[in-house]
């Protein structure tokens, strides 16, 4: 039988699984934490949540969302653009790269 701490560290096992294997999708994640909201208690929300900012504190993900937002900020218009365009997509880290040479 699962049991409710049994569910919470699957759940947290799951989210530092993901930091091993890159894998970043906050739109993804927010959905995750807003349903298990209302089905936990503050302390393994909490849990669940300190998981989160931790995988997305650390890592390659972090310093390339840095990288880019910092040169958006300095006036880029294609780290501008892909910045943009992550949004529209929910927050996706994919990159799609054009290439228009013919």
Same mark, same amino acid.
Request: charged share 30%.
């Given at each position: 039988?699962?049991?409710?701490?049994? @569910?919470?560290?699957? #759940?947290?096992?799951?989210?530092?699984?993901?930091?091993?294997?890159?894998?970043?999708?906050?739109?993804?994640? #927010?959905?995750? %934490?807003?349903?298990? $909201?209302?089905? #936990?208690?503050?302390? *393994?929300?909490?849990?669940? %949540?300190? =998981? &989160?900012?931790?995988?997305? =504190?650390?890592?390659?993900? =972090? =310093?390339?969302?840095?990288? %880019?937002?910092?040169?958006?900020? @300095?006036?880029?218009?294609?780290?501008?653009?892909? $910045?943009?365009? &992550?949004?529209?997509?929910?927050?996706?880290?994919?990159?799609?790269?054009? *290439? *228009?040479?013919?």
């Amino acid at each position: 039988m699962r049991t409710k701490s049994g @569910s919470v560290r699957e #759940l947290v096992a799951g989210i530092r699984q993901a930091v091993e294997q890159e894998i970043y999708n906050p739109a993804e994640d #927010l959905k995750a %934490l807003q349903t298990q $909201y209302k089905r #936990l208690g503050k302390k *393994d929300f909490a849990m669940m %949540l300190d =998981a &989160m900012v931790e995988k997305y =504190a650390a890592g390659e993900y =972090a =310093a390339i969302h840095a990288a %880019l937002v910092q040169k958006a900020r @300095s006036g880029d218009i294609d780290a501008i653009k892909m $910045y943009r365009e &992550m949004q529209a997509s929910g927050g996706s880290d994919e990159v799609v790269i054009v *290439d *228009d040479i013919g």
